[in-house]
């Protein structure tokens, strides 16, 4: 693609200072790449790998080190400059590996709570937000608190509050890792049906290769400690892709064994 | 329930039993006491008294128990100030408060100022550091999905850091409500002109038994009416907790 990237991690580093050998250690060191409008890229990498970290420092809750992050060629995030803010504005959603659904709203009032921080709660966004809840079948669930919904119910409704305040770009962090089997099938299917709908720029994280091959367009793999890229991978496969049965893609084995060899 | 009430009614036949035996004069009955609260009541007495005691309670209450909740709101983001003001809000927690009636009317005058200022400094302590413990207590991932969502720090503390430190909040509210109305009627026994606790010196001090003891039931009642009222808004307020039979919240 020649067009602008959406966002893009130009030679991205972030260093913790470890108090014992007074020494710095680069989690993240080097790291470089591009979404463009309308992907979804998932990223692979060993556990301990700082899949996190670098999450964190995209969705500007942390500050790089070294390198820059740009939104739309705008530098959001670099290590001298100030002001940067959580989120990016609301241009930023970042689904994480816990639910975090406020326990004293209710299902709907949870849903809605970006909107209403940001003031932009008017007609049309309650109705999208009646929408989404239908898409992902929360219907009838919407005044019930979150300990009265079921994991997955938990996670459907994580998703679709950052949904609901439609920013450009999604992040998620192994967002159904917590989930059983047969409820994180119906989410991976429910996540890509929503993405075709409006065509989010989405950067997912996973350590399942499986799952990064269903979900993605491409995926990216991560080197062990310092974390930069290592490799990328087209996911050739046609979509509408059934989660259930990509193991009978003709070109699956060979996509799997190749990121399997790199993480 | 009927056992409980079997256990009351037993307890006040051996009361009546006793002041029978003993003599009236010298420890009263639940029929003196209960006749001597109707006396009150019929002819206007009991009513000031009470709402005066009420009256010192609530105005102590409130003027120690708001700035005991926002004070930790504000120092959560003020770690240098929390720092310097701990030590001294520790000594301020552990003083006996009641040492300090004779002080507090030197202060503040036999009036009602006096018993508020002993309400207050007791009220202010168990709300700050119950609200303090609650503002701890947050989960700081939902505090990062607030702040990725956009939220200020105004609308955090509004959204986040004040509905989740409620269950501790009212933890406070059940142990400082019940001892307002105790230290006011306190306060009001060293000195006083008015009031619950001036009905129970006045009358010991006559060597009116019924008296002091009808006083006494009147101030226990109200302590149970609060606790009630107590209970019902916590009820209302926390109805998303998943159950409502531990009311004190685990810390974490």
Redesign the interface.
């Known amino acids: 693609m020649t067009c602008e990237p959406v966002l893009e991690a130009r030679y991205l580093g972030r260093f913790f200072s470890d108090r014992a050998t007074q020494s710095e250690r680069w989690i993240i060191k080097g790291l470089s790449f591009a979404l463009h409008e309308g992907e979804f890229v998932t990223l692979v990498g060993p556990s301990g790998s700082g899949k996190s970290t670098l999450l964190n420092l995209l ?3 942390d500050r790089p080190s070294a390198g820059e992050i740009r939104l739309h060629g705008e530098v959001i995030s670099a290590p001298s400059r100030p002001g940067q ?3 990016a ?2 241009r ?3 689904i ?1 590996q ?1 639910d ?1 659904l ?4 209710t299902l709907r009032a949870n849903v809605e ?2 909107l209403q ?2 003031g932009r709660l008017d007609a049309s966004f309650r109705k999208r937000v009646d929408e989404l809840i239908a898409a992902v079948g929360l219907n009838g669930f919407e005044n019930h ?1 979150p ?1 009265e919904l079921s994991g997955g119910m938990r996670k459907r409704a994580s998703i679709i509050r950052t949904l609901a ?1 439609d920013p450009p770009v999604i992040l998620m962090d192994e967002p159904f890792g917590a989930l059983d089997a047969e409820s994180r099938l119906h989410i991976q299917e429910d996540l890509v049906r929503l993405w075709e709908l409006g065509r989010k720029t989405i950067l997912f994280v996973t350590h399942d290769i499986t799952e990064a091959i269903a979900l993605g367009d491409r995926t990216l793999t991560l080197t062990k400690s310092p974390a930069c890229i290592r490799g990328e991978h087209l996911i050739d496969i046609s979509r509408p892709r059934s989660v259930d049965s990509l193991v009978t893609e003709p070109n699956y084995p060979g996509i799997f064994s190749r990121i399997r060899a790199e993480v | 329930m009927w056992d409980r009430i079997i256990f009351a009614a037993a307890l006040a036949a051996v009361w009546q039993a006793g002041s029978a035996w003993a003599g009236p004069e010298q420890i009263s009955s639940p029929v003196l006491v209960v006749q001597q609260i109707y006396v009150w009541i019929a002819s206007g007495v009991l009513l000031g008294h009470v709402g005066y005691t009420v009256l010192e309670a609530a105005l102590g209450f409130l003027i120690g128990a708001v700035p005991g909740l926002l004070l930790p709101l504000v120092l959560r983001r003020h770690v240098f100030l929390a720092a310097v003001l701990d030590p001294f809000i520790m000594i301020g927690y552990g003083l006996p408060k009641i040492a300090f009636i004779p002080l507090f009317i030197v202060w503040f005058g036999i009036g009602i100022w006096s018993k508020v200022a002993l309400v207050a400094s007791v009220s202010f302590f168990l709300v700050f550091f119950s609200t303090s413990e609650g503002v701890r207590a947050v989960d700081p991932r939902l505090l990062r999905m607030a702040k990725v969502a956009g939220a200020s720090e105004a609308q955090l503390l509004r959204t986040i850091v004040l509905p989740s430190a409620t269950p501790f909040v009212f933890q406070a509210v059940q142990i400082a409500l019940p001892l307002s109305i105790g230290g006011a009627a306190i306060a009001e026994l060293i000195s006083s002109n008015r009031g619950l606790g001036y009905l129970i010196q006045s009358s010991a001090g006559n060597f009116e038994i019924t008296g002091a003891l009808a006083a006494v039931a009147a101030l226990t009642l109200i302590v149970a009416l609060t606790n009630i009222a107590v209970a019902a808004a916590e009820a209302q307020l926390l109805a998303w907790r998943p159950q409502m039979t531990p009311s004190t919240p685990k810390a974490a």
């Open positions: 969705a500007q809750i803010s959580a989120g504005n609301g930023i959603g970042y994480m816990d975090n406020l326990p004293w709203r709570y970006p921080i940001q608190y300990h305040y």
